[in-house]
């Protein structure tokens, strides 16, 4: 049997002021492609399915057509609610869908939603977890001693009666970390990881009777405490901090006779690239230095005077330049200074985004300021309506 595991397709979503729909579209029907090639019986959705809450009329418009053709190849999709979606919106017509093998899990209601799937030789259990909080779990628990995210996982896989001598897997969007050390969350070298605490963090030990864990909510491809954890990342490129990622897909064979598990990385070839190029504009700009000018562009400038209209003179070039900064001796001056004094007149965004920038010279990723906050949240520090 072969699974493909998708996660944070965040469809809707915009980079800059670019839409990303056609860009989405392309790589959904490379998807699909793949499908075909790799013979899989089914999909593994990992949650934020969408980038909003409400999401626009494109993005369900994508969503539909890439539904309606894996129905139509009998490829049977398991879906779960992350952070950025609505689950009431996910989870509207969920009974319509399963007539025609599509499986949604938007709601986390006490009870772990199991399917279970079979091609004749092989049976596997998947279960399915939505997004929750500790909170929600402590709701269907009040007696279980749940203070952190682990803790409340935890309760959750002990009251589902799992029978770990069968092929078991998970399919789940929470922020899942190895043994003494974090996921990368973006996937530029400069960001590296981000420590968020210890509240949302969930040790990937809990996982470990699971013949595979299919993990969305952190964008950068990667295994966490062993290969058969993992983050399938975002389809895109969706953040500069993501610009040296290499996308793809994890193919999952397994043989239920011997639980064996092989997992394949098809690579994804974007309709657009995402890169930095960092220099003086004359350079940069230069007509042999120019390369695949469709691409997005984050541009780095290291000329010492500001340049007037330089988004202008650029999108000349890179029609798609999203963002132009600049290092120069001027901008060094400033890392220099007194970063408590940032916080004075700010919102906590924008002061975690002040001081990312500040740290790392480039834009804090949505992902990791939606991590910032749900620890601020737990910590006290902001509120819901923050």
Do not use: W
């Not at 129905?71 to 399963?98: C, E, P, W, Y």
């Not at 969350?185 to 963090?201: D, N, P, Q, R, Y």
């Not at 990791?368 to 737990?378: H, K, L």
């Amino acid at each position: 049997m072969r699974l493909l595991h998708l996660g944070d397709l965040h469809l809707g979503k915009t980079l800059g002021d670019f839409d990303l729909n056609k860009d989405q579209e392309f790589i959904l029907n490379q998807i699909l492609e793949i499908i075909d090639e790799k013979s899989v019986d089914a999909v593994l959705i990992a949650g934020d399915v969408y980038d909003k809450s409400i999401p626009s009329e494109a993005a369900t418009r994508l969503l539909d057509n890439f539904l309606s053709k894996l129905a139509s190849k009998q490829v049977k999709t398991f879906i779960i609610s992350g952070n950025h979606d609505s689950d009431d919106r996910l989870n509207f017509g969920r009974t319509l869908f399963a007539s025609n093998n599509i499986f949604i899990s938007a709601i986390y209601n006490g009870c772990l939603d199991k399917r279970i799937i079979s091609d004749g030789n092989t049976e596997v259990n998947i279960y399915l977890l939505p997004f929750v909080k500790a909170s929600v779990v402590k709701h269907h628990f009040p007696n279980e001693d749940i203070v952190t995210y682990e803790d409340a996982i935890r309760v959750i896989l002990d009251n589902a009666n799992i029978d770990y001598s069968k092929c078991n897997i998970l399919v789940a969007h929470q922020f899942v970390a190895g043994k003494g050390e974090d996921p990368v969350l973006g996937g530029s070298e400069s960001a590296g990881t981000l420590s968020v605490g210890m509240i949302e963090k969930i040790g990937y030990s809990v996982f470990e009777q699971f013949d595979y864990v299919a993990l969305g909510h952190i964008h950068s491809p990667q295994q966490v405490g062993k290969e058969t954890i993992r983050y399938s990342g975002s389809p895109l490129k969706y953040s500069l901090s993501e610009v040296n990622n290499e996308k793809s897909v994890p193919i999952i064979t397994i043989d239920d006779s011997k639980k064996d598990v092989n997992i394949e990385l098809v690579p994804l070839k974007p309709m657009r690239n995402m890169r930095h190029i960092r220099g003086k504009m004359q350079d940069i700009l230069n007509i042999t230095n120019i390369d695949s000018p469709d691409d997005f562009i984050y541009a780095t400038l290291t000329d010492e005077d500001i340049i007037n209209d330089a988004m202008g003179i650029f999108q000349q070039v890179y029609p798609n330049t999203v963002k132009i900064d600049y290092d120069n001796s001027h901008t060094r001056q400033n890392e220099q200074i007194d970063i408590s004094k940032i916080a004075q007149n700010k919102s906590f965004s924008e002061l975690i985004t002040d001081f990312y920038s500040l740290m790392y010279n480039c834009d804090i990723s949505e992902e990791e300021m939606d991590v910032m906050r749900m620890v601020a949240r737990e910590a006290g520090v902001i509120d819901e309506t923050n």
